[in-house]
């Protein structure tokens, strides 16, 4: 047996193997900033460009337009129109309907299931549970839209009586099913790796399981759960087919969840094949790409920031 | 030798693909006809290679404009942008007309209503009908399903029956004429559009142009004889006039032959006449 040593031949080989490493860890935030500069600048005749901008500048993305001669003002996406009208909002209320009922169904389920897997569960019952949940990650998600678009839709119509079969509660529940098991990794990993001598201390002071997975090994775990729900809650908001195929992609205002939904992933997924290079509606789509991107970096960075403050005060070290 | 031998391998496939490597791109509702034609034309030709792929008219047509593929299939003509686009890339597109198609109007199979007029039809898709019983129905909303933009069908319906104007913001969109028949199969009080081709487990709807013609229900005799009001052209798009294997293909798809392989997966062909004057001299 030769005996384990790491000594470099040269100075040279060290540096260049550093370097190589380095290169490594830069090609991912290389392929972000590229990928951004991109999409940004595919996006910015909106800023820059009078004729794109007189079909769609900022404001008319934004605000209520009147289209025609006489027209209240209004909200309204209809690109292939003779007269092209932009307005994202109704698109930025169905990201977030849409979102939002998918996070209401796998925060709870996603976070039960990892406090039942990692505190009440025996070995035998967590080792089916936790591979069957992560095999929930590996559906395709063009499969789990079509599931939604044939099975779900018309059980929830027959159970609820709704009206319109594809409809936000829908498309945010398919969207659920992909996001739980995001959820559920991540918390299920926190939970399991708070320390056991944690636990017996607790069980010693007379804790019964339930008091200690509550009181005590829930609240200690909080920064990678709320980890989980961030990052569960970045693949609801940038998640194409399942919206796609299950939310009825109708660009409507309205704050009813049984009515359909058009998200912004959506739209670029079923328009960006059809658009001309550099006209205002191709612009359009990557000013929406730009919002998702900026979207999904402000809710990393916050969930980060939530991470790293809830980890000072689990360790005792702020006030 | 192996590695003499292999690459003689390698040089030998590389040469037979790029002889005759066909690709054709574009329409969803010509999707499955190309395909078709590519098979039996394989089997006819077996030195033949061809590719197809759908997208949407709209995709394809982009797609010959970049010259990234050799044939087209669109179910709308070109649009004057396009044309611009062509000629700026250096394209100069070549049209031929290869098979009919009708666009139906689907609805739930115990819908009782039966029959729809122009005028209707253009009220439920802009969002002035918003509820069967004012067409003849029960007293619910209707669910007004289409296409997405990218769909040569949507710009269609849009000019023939919207008469240009927008469909309602209500009108929820589907990838694919078959999501679209799938949804209105599942949907008692839901309405869809698309080619006849595509209908399995929905019924028809019969159109009337205007109050005092007769409803027409589509079917391969009635977009054939022009009675069915909402009908139209299938395209071919090349880059030029075709000639060698493409010229082949496309004469063979307009032959006795080719336009009885689209009969039989239920498009319509073109009336004889029609399709010898097509044909690529």
Redesign the interface.
């Known amino acids: 047996m030769r005996e384990l040593e790491f000594r470099p031949k040269s100075k040279i080989r060290e540096l260049l193997g550093e370097k190589f490493i380095l290169l490594n860890a830069l090609v991912a935030l290389i392929a972000i900033l590229l990928i951004f500069i991109f999409i940004f600048k595919e996006a910015l005749p909106i800023f820059t460009d009078p004729e794109i901008m007189q079909e769609a500048s900022v404001d008319k993305l934004m605000l209520k337009q009147s289209f025609y001669e006489g027209q209240e003002p209004r909200f309204?996406?209809?690109?292939?129109?003779?007269v092209p009208?932009y307005s994202l909002f109704?698109l930025f209320l169905g990201t977030l309907k849409a979102a939002l009922v998918a996070m209401l169904f796998a925060v709870p389920l996603g976070v039960g299931a990892a406090i039942y897997s990692s505190e009440f569960a025996s070995r035998r019952m967590r080792e089916i549970i936790k591979p069957t949940i992560e095999l929930l990650a590996a559906i395709p998600s063009v499969v789990l839209g079509f599931f939604a678009?044939?099975v779900l839709?018309?059980l929830f119509q027959e159970i609820f009586g709704l009206?319109?079969?594809?409809n936000a509660i829908n498309a945010g529940i398919a969207l659920g099913l992909a996001v739980v098991p995001v959820i559920f990794t991540v918390a299920e990993d926190a939970m399991t790796s708070v320390p056991q001598s944690l636990r017996e201390a607790a069980i010693a002071l007379g804790a019964n399981p339930w008091q200690v997975s509550i009181t005590m090994v829930f609240p200690a775990a909080m920064p990678g759960i709320a980890a989980g729900v961030v990052l569960g809650f970045g693949r609801a908001i940038g998640e194409t087919m399942i919206v796609?195929?299950a939310s009825?992609?109708?660009?409507?205002i309205s704050w009813s969840f049984v009515e359909?939904v058009r998200t912004f992933s959506a739209t670029i997924a079923?328009?960006l094949?059809?658009?001309?290079f550099g006209s205002a509606h191709y612009s359009v789509l990557f000013f929406i790409g730009t919002i998702l991107f900026i979207f999904t970096f402000i809710i990393n960075l916050g969930g980060d920031i939530v991470l790293f403050r809830l980890k000072e005060r689990m360790q005792g070290k702020s006030k | 030798m192996k590695k003499v031998f292999l690459a003689m391998m390698l040089m030998a496939a590389v040469s037979v693909m790029a002889a005759t490597t066909i690709t054709i791109k574009g329409s969803d509702t010509l999707v499955r006809l190309g395909q078709r034609w590519a098979e039996e034309y394989m089997k006819k030709n077996p030195e033949a290679v061809i590719q197809v792929s759908g997208?949407?008219s709209?995709?394809g047509i982009?797609a010959l404009l970049n010259g990234t593929t050799d044939i087209c299939e669109s179910s709308r003509d070109m649009k004057a942008?396009?044309h611009d686009?062509a000629k700026k890339n250096g394209i100069n597109p070549y049209r031929v007309t290869v098979a009919l198609d009708g666009i139906a109007v689907f609805l739930h199979e115990t819908n009782p209503v039966n029959e729809l007029t122009f005028a209707q039809l253009k009220g439920i898709y802009t969002g002035s009908i918003t509820n069967w019983k004012e067409v003849g129905g029960p007293d619910?909303?209707i669910?007004v399903y289409g296409r997405?933009?990218?769909s040569g069908t949507?710009?269609f319906y849009?000019e023939h029956v919207l008469d240009?104007e927008?469909?309602s913001?209500?009108?929820?969109?589907?990838?694919g004429t078959a999501?679209v028949v799938?949804?209105v199969a599942?949907?008692k009080f839901?309405i869809g559009y698309g080619g006849i081709a595509w209908a399995k487990g929905v019924k028809f709807a019969a159109v009337r142009k205007n109050d005092s013609s007769t409803a027409v229900i589509p079917s391969m005799e009635t977009v054939i004889n022009g009675t069915y009001p909402i009908s139209r052209e299938l395209y071919w798009f090349f880059n030029g006039t075709p000639t060698g294997d493409l010229k082949n293909l496309v004469n063979w798809a307009l032959s006795v032959e080719g336009q009885k392989v689209a009969e039989e997966v239920d498009y319509i062909p073109l009336p004889r006449e029609l399709a010898e004057k097509n044909l690529v001299k």
């Open positions: 309204s996406w209809q690109p292939n129109s003779s009208k109704p678009l044939i839709a018309s009206t319109f079969r594809l796609l195929m009825g992609n109708a660009a409507i359909s079923a328009e094949a059809e658009v001309v | 997208g949407g709209g995709t982009a942008k396009e686009l619910t909303r669910i997405e933009n990218n949507y710009v849009k240009d927008d469909y913001d209500y009108t929820q969109t589907l990838p999501a799938n949804a599942k949907d839901g």
